[in-house]
């Protein structure tokens, strides 16, 4: 079975320094991993995914994760927070890679931007 | 192109009654996922169809059922409401592999 542990429900950063919401996941399979953002009374958009191609995924809005098999972990990171980047962020597993099957979702982490 | 659309935006019901929420894929997509996302959590996948078939089912009781019609739209329905059936209920459509793009999502209230 797939999890996904988003280790941190709460992230605070001062707009123009770096972001890191971190992710740990559980999967029997080489996964698909992505990264969805959700502003208040919007859909769920999609920042970035992983299909075991690079392990250095660039998304959009200057946002990158790594996935590093070792550790179990693909957290997002961006060099300078906006505060257009405040919202709530998951990171989501899907088996088997490629699959547009069942995403397991985190519990998701809430990032605010400081001015 | 239209992204994916759910109806009605907004509902309000009281315990033991029914509801019905629907989906509209993008053109072209042939399969369809549901989730409940309850306030301050992730959303739980339900069901996902492909091609009027179901393809998977989520842990949650037989009170909830969905189908896909012959254009690809979908209903998602639940009976006998409870209080913990509140939640914002978001669709997602796909081609058979591939991103799943959501709609805005159909928001629940049980009273």
């Known amino acids: 079975a797939q999890s996904v542990t988003q280790l941190d429900s709460h992230v605070s950063v001062s707009e123009e320094t770096p972001v890191l919401l971190r992710c740990n996941y559980s999967?029997?399979?080489?996964?698909?991993l992505f990264w969805y953002v959700q502003h208040p009374n919007k859909g769920l958009q999609l920042l970035l995914k992983y299909t075991s191609a690079a392990t250095l995924v660039k998304g959009i809005n200057g946002f990158e994760a790594e996935f590093k098999k070792s550790e179990t972990s693909f957290h997002l990171t961006k060099p300078s927070a906006h505060m257009s980047d405040a919202a709530e962020y998951f990171c989501v597993v899907s088996e088997p890679a490629g699959s547009a099957r069942q995403l397991t979702f985190g519990s998701g982490t809430q990032l605010t931007v400081l001015p | 192109d239209a992204g994916v659309t759910q109806s009605p935006t907004h509902l309000i019901k009281t315990r033991g009654q029914h509801v019905t929420l629907r989906c509209s894929p993008i053109?072209?997509?042939?399969?369809v996922s549901w989730y409940q996302q309850v306030l301050g959590q992730g959303p739980q996948f339900i069901f996902q169809y492909y091609e009027k078939e179901e393809r998977g089912r989520g842990n949650f009781p037989d009170r909830f059922s969905a189908r896909q019609f012959p254009n690809y739209s979908s209903e998602l329905n639940v009976n006998a409401l409870l209080l913990g059936d509140s939640a914002l209920y978001l669709c997602a459509s796909s081609r058979e592999a591939g991103e799943q793009f959501f709609g805005p999502g159909t928001r629940l209230t049980v009273l």
């Open positions: 999967s029997s399979y080489s996964p698909s």
């Open positions: 053109s072209g997509h042939k399969s």
